[in-house]
């Protein structure tokens, strides 16, 4: 991976282990957003179909990584928690209607649902404590449950689920399966149509290495007209351009979720990062993911005091680690960590490490060896 290093000109003395909240940019793409600043100063937007060549690229990189059958089933939104409001405010509910998530979802993948109530939806929380957490989630659906929401990876245990054991259950039970995948796409292969979900949405700023502020949103193209629409304007037209005509009817294609304006300036971040991890490959990131995560948890366990809070089991872990050291505050021990340049965030029971592909196996030394002298 060393090759890549020259991608991740961070300050000196910087251990960054914060991919799972937002990541730096590789140097490729503030090259691109650069270059498009520059382009904007001197020529405005004359070459605008080129602008848009590289948004089929984005959409073209996203199908791959999230192996969706088309380009088109790919929208671009705000982030995550947009695409989740497509979803939830999308459907028509039944009051009595039931949604089933766990019990530690990020905020953006419970409040949205909970949101519902008026409509007369109860959301069920199911603990993921247990040795079969897909079980349990399966096993709370009823004849009433409608839909299952999770996270691909929880955002601080870092427990990774299976998702196609929990895609095919929810076939087997006529539940609608929607994951929030915004922990695992980038860090790990992530495949909608061997895990059958219905729909799936993640911002570019975490594991993608992209900006803030853009984010993927795949439905299940059959289900596509069943979303009702949240938004509404000209760039969702399936005749999209053709600004006299006065009939219109929504795009086919998932630009339908796309209301307005593109979000250019991120897409020529996001294009460039998934194009890093695109030459890279979606396996060997993965892997070195793998080493690391694998180097924390000896390092760890070699500090009197140690605990793990992250699982063990490698099919069960991407890319967060969390960890805590007996008698030292984890807030504290976040902002010593902070302090000596290791950049990560108090999260569930512990301290939360998230190393990228690139980070390598002398910056998770080094780390360890902060952790160590300040357990002390
Ligand atoms: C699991 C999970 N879902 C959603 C989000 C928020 O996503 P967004 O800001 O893209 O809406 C986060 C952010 O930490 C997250 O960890």
Redesign the pocket.
């Known amino acids: 991976m060393s090759r890549f290093q020259k991608e991740f000109p961070q300050a000196a003395g910087l251990i960054y282990l914060n991919h799972?909240?937002v990541s730096p940019w590789p140097q490729r793409s503030a090259d691109a957003v650069a270059r498009f600043a520059q382009e904007n100063v001197s020529t405005g937007a004359r070459d605008y179909p080129t602008w848009l060549e590289v948004e089929q690229r984005l959409r073209e990189r996203l199908q791959r990584l999230l192996n969706a059958p088309a380009s088109s089933d790919i929208a671009l939104v705000?982030?995550?928690?947009?695409a989740?409001s497509f979803v939830a405010f999308g459907l028509e509910w039944e009051p009595g209607d039931q949604v089933v998530i766990s019990d530690e979802?990020?905020?953006?993948?419970r409040i949205v649902w909970e949101a519902l109530a008026p409509q007369g939806v109860e959301v069920i929380k199911v603990s993921l404590a247990g040795d079969d957490p897909e079980g349990a989630l399966l096993a709370a659906c009823g004849p009433r449950t409608r839909l299952l929401a999770i996270?691909a990876?929880?955002?601080a245990s870092g427990l990774k689920m299976d998702l196609v054991k929990l895609g095919q259950g929810c076939r087997e039970l006529d539940v609608l399966f929607c994951v929030?995948a915004?922990?695992q796409l980038g860090s790990a292969p992530f495949d909608v149509q061997a895990c059958e979900c219905d729909f799936a949405m993640?911002?570019g700023?975490?594991w993608m290495l992209g900006p803030?502020g853009l984010?993927v949103f795949y439905c299940r193209p059959e289900l596509r007209p069943r979303l009702r629409l949240q938004e509404y304007g000209w760039h969702m037209l399936e005749h999209m351009g053709d600004y006299t005509r006065e009939s219109w009817e929504p795009a086919h294609s998932a630009r339908r979720f796309e209301c307005g304006s593109p979000n250019i300036l991120g897409t020529m971040a996001l294009e460039a990062s998934l194009g890093l991890l695109e030459e890279v490959g979606m396996e060997q990131v993965h892997r070195a993911i793998e080493a690391q995560v694998d180097q924390l948890i000896s390092g760890i366990r070699q500090i009197p005091g140690g605990q793990i809070h992250s699982p063990l089991a490698p099919e069960r872990r991407a890319g967060i680690f969390s960890f805590s050291v007996d008698g030292k505050d984890s807030i504290a021990l976040h902002k010593q960590l902070m302090a000596q340049g290791v950049v990560c965030i108090p999260r569930g029971k512990g301290v939360r490490f998230s190393p990228h592909f690139y980070t390598g196996e002398e910056a998770i030394a080094d780390a360890l060896a902060i952790v160590r002298q300040l357990s002390v």
């Open positions: 799972a909240a705000k982030n995550t928690s947009e989740l979802e990020f905020p953006s993948n996270s990876v929880q955002y929030d915004i922990q993640a911002d700023h975490k803030e984010g």
